[in-house]
């Protein structure tokens, strides 16, 4: 009787938590204890930063429209903040995470609770450390399930599973960008690269420590594939399959088959794999590693899981094992495959799902991306091209981090000495920006933001520089999705470009891709009240200085004003 009582219990308990999960609009806690955890990967044992001592850290589910409340412990000696990556954080930006942006860092010993409402958003999306290159370690999955009783634009899949793609380090790698920046010169590169945590069989000392997605035959699996690599664009590939492409960056688009995806840091891709109708004891490598364009080192090495067949019960085939096949994944440095993958991607556009596209705009911006140096100080010697410091930048102006968060001085009013509101909107000295590059290297340094009025329609032409090498550059905004409109090699032509420019079903994102010796053009509406960063999201290129901000003003209701901070909003 005791026995059958527990299991009713039990089963109740199950039951409650299950409907809770099915409910909309509700309030969901976690609590993030950020510590030092001993990990072994490829034979090495590294103390890194975790999660509730998990690597990759725990994963969120929420519905759209919940409250999300995540109380963060920090028991770390190091400085923390945690960005939630794709959240629009509609007048909330207290919470959207980025040191020195929005807040000032978590210290040692300290909690800050982030509060926020999912509005009009669900797919896949995800969380990170947002200060130094605590990222390596700290990230996780943020899954937006749709509102109750709405279904998806897709068949419903059998199962889902979170596929989150990192880069690891045998070292710390907040010591390794530390060093970097003290020299001037480029950081070690990563050990390898991980699937959802693990190695996987291609390195040494490692097939114990490979992930392992088994499936059903004759299933329909949702996969949500998440880059979370510090610095590298990924080619993957899953061996004699196709998979469909149904969502990016938590928007949903056109379906589209294809058996190769790209997927830069930052951006997140939703695929339907339907497993073969019979395929007893077979296994299957997917592989991922990255798609390069600059002239650094980078990790040259290939990361893979196996997709493993179940075998079906009481099948005498099902006792022999099948060979494990691998795909072919495209070059290192196949920029058009890149290219036209980017391109294939287009909005749903359905009266369900809109493409909100501004077809008038306010403001048109030209923003330079690229490389760059920094002087060596005097008695120093500096590790960069001709013995300067690598440095990055946005219209050469490479951004300055302040001491004190820019949100509260701009909430406060006391930006003097913290920022100045002179950003440009286009390169201060033109040039041949994918030609013979420049002598002149050098970048200026500065803490300078772009003021939008509340509502203000944006355009934004991101082009990506030939100085010290042409590469690709993945953008993020905080605080927006954008539409891509268009991009293409060489310079942009204002003239031209503009007559190609898709306003009827752009793609929606939060991180694109700048093509390598190319441009992008991209609109957003400018209608969430805050400071929002936009930013390379190599790790690398941020820390040199490849990031700029804006700052968006109240609007005359009161629906449109930011509320004050919270009181325990950290202090620096």
């Known amino acids: 009787m005791r026995t059958l009582l527990g299991t009713l219990i039990f089963s109740f308990l199950n039951f409650c938590l299950l409907n809770e999960l099915a409910l909309a609009g509700v309030t969901r806690h976690y609590k993030f204890d950020i510590k030092v955890k001993n990990v072994t990967r490829l034979c090495n044992t590294t103390s890194i930063v975790t999660v509730n001592g998990k690597f990759p850290g ?23 903040s945690i960005h939630w990556h794709g959240v629009r954080q509609v007048r909330s930006g207290w919470y959207d995470g980025p040191a020195y942006v929005t807040q000032c ?19 896949t999306l995800f969380w990170h450390a947002h200060i130094g290159w605590l990222r390596a370690t700290v990230y996780g999955p943020l899954i937006i ?3 109750l009783g709405v279904p998806y634009p897709f068949p419903k899949p059998y199962k ?4 989150l793609f990192g880069e690891w380090f045998k070292t710390d790698a907040d ?7 003290q020299t001037g010169g480029g950081p070690n590169v990563s050990d390898a690269y991980t699937i959802n945590g693990l190695p996987g069989p291609l390195y040494n000392c490692s097939a114990k420590d490979t992930y392992k997605l088994k499936v059903k035959p004759g299933k329909t699996y949702l996969l949500r594939l998440i880059n979370a690599a510090l610095n590298d664009e990924l080619f993957i590939s899953i061996a004699n399959h196709t998979a469909t492409v149904v969502e990016v960056d938590a928007t949903y688009i056109k379906p589209f088959q294809t058996d190769k995806f790209l997927i830069t840091p930052g951006q997140t891709m939703n695929l339907l794999l339907h497993t073969k109708p019979f395929y007893p004891n077979a296994s299957f490598f997917i592989l991922a590693r990255p798609y390069a364009t600059g002239s650094g080192t ?23 094992q099948l060979p494990l096949l691998k795909p072919t994944l495209p070059a290192l440095n196949d920029t058009p495959f890149a290219f036209a993958f980017s391109n294939r991607l287009r909005s749903l556009a359905s009266a369900e799902y809109p493409a909100n596209v501004p077809k008038k705009v306010a403001k048109r911006f030209f923003f330079t991306v690229g490389l760059g140096t920094n002087p060596c100080p005097k008695n120093q010697t500096c590790q960069g091209p001709n013995g300067t410091k690598f440095a990055a930048s946005v219209n050469n102006i490479s951004f300055s981090l302040p001491t004190s968060a820019l949100l509260q001085s701009y909430y406060f009013r006391k930006s003097n000495g913290v920022y100045t509101a002179d950003f440009p909107s286009s390169p201060i000295i033109p040039f041949d920006f994918t030609g013979t590059p420049t002598n002149n290297t050098m970048v200026m340094n500065g803490t300078k933001v772009v003021v939008l009025p509340f509502n203000t329609s944006v355009e934004v032409v991101l082009q990506d520089t030939s100085i010290l090498g042409n590469e690709s550059h993945p953008l993020h905004l905080h605080g927006f999705n954008f539409f891509v409109l268009a991009s293409g090699f060489g310079n942009f032509d204002p003239n031209n470009d503009p007559v190609n420019f898709n306003i009827v079903d752009p793609v929606e994102r939060n991180t694109i ?18 400071v929002w960063l936009m930013h ?9 200085g490849l990031r700029m901000a804006w700052i968006v003003l109240d609007g005359p209701l009161p629906n449109q004003k930011l509320p004050p901070p919270p009181q325990d909003l950290p202090k620096c």
């Open 175 to 181: 010591a390794i960008i530390n060093q970097s920046l």
């Open 536 to 544: 390379c999201h190599f790790d690398v290129h941020l820390s040199w």
């Open 298 to 320: 980078f990790d040259n090495t290939t990361v893979a899981a196996i997709l493993e067949y179940e075998p079906p019960p009481h099948n005498p085939l099902s006792m022999t």
């Open 58 to 80: 725990p994963r969120i589910i929420v519905r759209e429209d919940d409250r999300l409340v995540v109380k963060v412990v920090n028991n770390s000696p190091k400085n923390v």
């Open 105 to 123: 860092p978590i210290k040692p010993g300290s909690t800050y609770v982030y509060n926020f409402t999912i509005v009009g958003q669900r797919g």
């Open 513 to 530: 891709g700048v093509p390598s010796g190319g441009w992008v053009a991209i609109r957003f509406l400018a209608d969430n009240p805050g």
């Open 145 to 147: 399930l749709p509102k």
């Open 160 to 163: 889902q599973f979170p596929i």
